[in-house]
Nanobody
Framework: QSQLVESGGGLVQSGGSLRLSCSAS??????IGWFRQAPGKEREGISC????????KYADSVKGRFTISRDNAKNTVYLQLNGLQPEDTAVYYC?????????????????????????WGQGTQVTVSS
């Protein structure tokens, strides 16, 4: 059964780092995105990678600090979080696109919008203390 399971969240001091993992069993040919939702705020897309890993996108708020990668042999997508700040505190979710990327062109695209999501993981909490 296809599912997404996040891990790696935790409590870290300002300036610290974490590496989030998304076990994406059954989603090798899907674009994967990372989203986050802070208390009282809407869920937002922060990064995505195409199924091939050729395309990677970042929100301006995390560009230069977060790095997305994927290892399709391990069915895992990672999000390296560096330079964490208190405003990064949120529940972080990985999510798969609505459909398989079957063409070479599609395999080099990804989307960070909520409407692009077909399957959500359960989320992992990241808390950054000042």
């Amino acid at each position: 059964q296809s599912q997404l399971v996040e891990s790696g969240g935790g409590l870290v001091q300002s300036g610290g780092s974490l590496r989030l993992s998304c076990s994406a069993s059954g989603f090798t040919y899907y674009a994967i995105g990372w989203f986050r939702q802070a208390p009282g705020k809407e869920r937002e897309g922060i990064s995505c990678t195409s199924s091939s890993g050729a395309m990677k996108k970042y929100a301006d708020s995390v560009k230069g600090r977060f790095t997305i990668s994927r290892d399709n042999a391990k069915n895992t997508v990672y999000l390296q979080l560096n330079g964490l700040q208190p405003e990064d505190t949120a529940v972080y979710y990985c999510a798969a696109g609505r459909s398989k990327q079957t063409s070479l062109r599609a395999q080099s695209t990804c989307d960070m919008t909520l409407s692009s999501v077909g399957t959500w993981g359960q989320g992992t909490q990241v808390t950054v203390s000042s």
